[in-house]
């Protein structure tokens, strides 16, 4: 799901599987929509709603690469703890 805010509002939603999304209730005027994804480069788009019309956008996110840093995986066997035979 890509999460969509309004910028300069406290609306905002989520899109569905298929990547479309809905606001309603939005004064009209001039806005910027943010559209953002873990793993896709965030967008921001200027959009104007007009008075008791529906106004369509489309938002393309592109896939970023992210280099992630090195993960160290360590383990310790505590003083009391005795190895076990099964078999």
């Known amino acids: 799901a890509v999460t969509v805010l ?8 989520l899109s569905n599987d298929t990547g479309f999304f809905r606001l309603t209730n939005v004064a009209p005027g001039q806005y910027t929509l943010r559209a953002s994804a873990v793993g ?3 967008q921001a788009v200027s959009v104007t709603v007009a008075a008791g ?8 996110l592109d896939a970023t690469a992210r280099q ?4 160290a995986v360590t ?3 505590g003083a009391n703890q005795k190895p ?3 078999g």
Do not use: C, M, N
């Not at 019309?53 to 393309?60: D, G, H, L, P």
């Open 75 to 77: 383990a310790a066997r």
């Open 6 to 13: 309004l910028s300069g509002t406290r609306k905002g939603t």
């Open 53 to 60: 019309e529906t106004a369509s956008v489309r938002i393309i």
């Open 84 to 86: 076990v035979s099964l």
């Open 40 to 42: 896709l480069a965030p």
């Open 68 to 71: 992630l840093a090195e993960v």
